[in-house]
């Protein structure tokens, strides 16, 4: 009898510790999922934050282009560099936040 109720014993030990096993499993998987999604969002965010300091200088270079004009009362060149370096950091920021929307709909396909 002692050994029957010593081998229940053990057997649902061995259930409970599958059980948390499992759980301690999934736990682990749901937290590397999240890390690697963060890590994911840092990468975006550091991406983005070069593009917005690229579109920084652009319109500082385009200020200083007009600023010169208005002293020298003319252009030279300055004015369109200035408009073609804003133009150039436009179009990055616009394929960025389109590869964005594109991922984040491929997510949520998934």
């Given at each position: 009898?002692?050994?029957?109720?010593?081998?229940?014993?053990?057997?649902?030990?061995?259930?409970?510790?599958?059980?948390?096993?499992?759980?301690?499993?999934?736990?682990?998987?749901?937290?590397?999922?999240?890390?690697?999604?963060?890590?994911?969002?840092?990468?975006?965010?550091?991406?983005?934050?070069?593009?917005?300091?690229?579109?920084?200088?652009?319109?500082?270079?385009?200020?200083?282009?007009?600023?010169?004009?208005?002293?020298?009362?003319h252009a030279n060149g300055e004015?369109?560099?200035?408009?073609?370096?804003?133009?150039?950091?436009?179009?990055?920021?616009?394929?960025?936040?389109?590869?964005?929307?594109?991922?984040?709909?491929?997510?949520?396909?998934?």
């Open positions: 009898m002692v050994d029957v109720i010593c081998a229940i014993i053990a057997a649902a030990a061995t259930i409970l510790c599958a059980w948390i096993a499992k759980c301690n499993a999934d736990t682990e998987k749901k937290r590397k999922a999240a890390e690697k999604r963060t890590e994911e969002l840092n990468v975006e965010r550091a991406k983005e934050a070069r593009l917005q300091m690229d579109m920084i200088a652009a319109n500082s270079k385009l200020t200083v282009g007009v600023a010169m004009a208005l002293k020298h009362g004015v369109e560099e200035g408009l073609a370096a804003v133009k150039t950091a436009n179009e990055k920021y616009t394929e960025f936040l389109k590869d964005i929307a594109i991922n984040h709909m491929n997510k949520e396909g998934e």
